[in-house]
Structures are given as structure tokens and as C-alpha cells.
Antibody
Framework: QVQLQQSGPGLVKPSQTLSLTCAISGDSVSSNSGVWNWIRQSPSRGLEWLGRTYYRSKWHNNYAVSVKSRITINPDTSKNQFSLQLNSVTPEDTAVYYC?????????????WGQGTLVTVSS | QSVLTQPPSVSAAPGQKVTISCSGSSSNIGNNYVSWYQQLPGTAPKVLIYDNNKRPSGIPDRFSGSKSGTSATLGITGLQTGDEADYYCGTWHSSLNAVVFGGGTKLTVL
């Protein structure tokens, strides 16, 4: 059973960088079947997939067009976790952020979710 | 505005059946598998259906999924008050190279 534990600040100032980490237990971030995602949810934008990282002989990343210029998702194999960095945040980035993963043949199924982190962008 | 279109709300009485639709295009639903998620208040979404019509272990057979062309449907039979939640569809969007979700449907069990 995979468990995902999120950590990171709940308050970020405008123009600064939002940073969250998702620690994995029950699987390896570098497994050849796991896919590691960040998703956010707000009343105005609903559920919004932000991006993912996964290892298939080499590391791959995909990012949503809406945040592509500002986002980085990195695996950390030494700590078995992955992180989200979102630069130049604005109040529009206020949302509950989730890490989520799956390891099915269809790699867009999110079987496991972190507990969610409410991130507020405010001065 | 979400890429996938769901009705904002549906309702039915306990014991009855309800269906929730999810409409897309050939770039998403038409050529990719659909998943459905249930989100109870204050919790993370939980997968109910994947690959259009498959249920993960532990999901009762009251929940079913189907797909036809560029639309998908979630069915729930034998409604219970505990089924009151928000339901989301999701799939891959081939031209955006991204996962897309519906706007969500709030189910009320009257």
C-alpha cells in the first residue's frame, strides 16, 4: 500500500516560490511503473493537474500548459520523495495542493493521494 | 471552464439509480481511457473507476462506468446517503499532453 505524506508552507507571498514535498512509502520514486503527480484544487479552477515525473529508463516530466513556464517537479531518490516548485506565484495560485500517484498500465489513474496542503498566496 | 463537461449537480432518492455524464472530444475521451473520482467533503479524491469501466479492489459493484465515442458515464445504483459527494471524470488530453478533469458533479441523495 502506497502512502504519500506532503509537507511545506501554507502561506507564500506574491512573486515568491511555492515549494512542496511529497514523501513516498510503499513504493520507490524510481520504480518503472510509478507516476508521481501534483494536482491542485480551488473553487475557481476546480481540479487542475499540474504535472508529473516518472522513471522509464530515464526521467521524464510533463507539465500543464497553464503553469509550464513556472513549474518544476523533481524526484529525490535519496529521500524517496518528489517535490513541486511553482515560481512567481499570485493570489490565483491559492489552492489545495495534492500529490498523487498510480502505477497502472494506464498512467493517468491516481490511486493514491496525499493529505492535501492548503497554500494561500498573500502578503 | 473545464475541458471535460459534467452537469453541476444531480440528485436522486435513497435506493434509486443516478448517472453522471462527462463529455469531451476526440483529443481526450475519444481516444483515451476515462477515470472517475469521488470526493467526500474535506478529503482527497478517491478513484472509483479506471480504464472506462474497471473498479479498483474494494469499490462496490454499485458503481459502474461506460464510454461511448467522446462521452463517458458514471452510474451509481442503490444510492446511499454516504454517496453524497462530488464526482469528477478525468482523462489524458493527447494534444495538450496533459491530464484533464471535468468540473465536477455534486450528488445529492434526497
Amino acid at each position: 500500500q502506497v502512502q504519500l505524506q506532503q509537507s511545506g508552507p501554507g502561506l507564500v507571498k506574491p512573486s515568491q516560490t511555492l515549494s512542496l514535498t511529497c514523501a513516498i512509502s510503499g513504493d520507490s520514486v524510481s520504480s518503472n511503473s510509478g507516476v508521481w503527480n501534483w494536482i491542485r484544487q480551488s473553487p475557481s479552477r476546480g481540479l487542475e493537474w499540474l504535472g508529473r515525473t516518472y522513471y522509464r529508463s530515464k526521467w521524464h516530466n510533463n507539465y500543464a500548459v497553464s503553469v509550464k513556464s513556472r513549474i518544476t517537479i523533481n524526484p529525490d531518490t535519496s529521500k524517496n520523495q518528489f517535490s513541486l516548485q511553482l515560481n512567481s506565484v499570485t493570489p490565483e495560485d491559492t489552492a489545495v495542493y495534492y500529490c498523487a500517484s498510480g502505477s497502472r498500465a494506464t498512467d493517468t489513474v491516481f490511486d493514491y493521494w496525499g493529505q492535501g496542503t492548503l497554500v494561500t498566496v498573500s502578503s | 471552464q473545464s475541458v471535460l463537461t459534467q452537469p453541476p449537480s444531480v440528485s436522486a432518492a435513497p435506493g434509486q439509480k443516478v448517472t453522471i455524464s462527462c463529455s469531451g472530444s476526440s483529443s481526450n475521451i475519444g481516444n483515451n481511457y476515462v477515470s472517475w473520482y469521488q470526493q467526500l467533503p474535506g478529503t482527497a479524491p478517491k478513484v472509483l473507476i479506471y480504464d472506462n469501466n474497471k473498479r479498483p479492489s474494494g469499490i462496490p459493484d454499485r458503481f459502474s462506468g461506460s464510454k461511448s465515442g467522446t462521452s463517458a458515464t458514471l452510474g451509481i445504483t442503490g444510492l446511499q446517503t454516504g454517496d453524497e459527494a462530488d464526482y469528477y471524470c478525468g482523462t489524458w488530453h493527447s494534444s495538450l499532453n496533459a491530464v484533464v478533469f471535468g468540473g465536477g458533479t455534486k450528488l445529492t441523495v434526497l
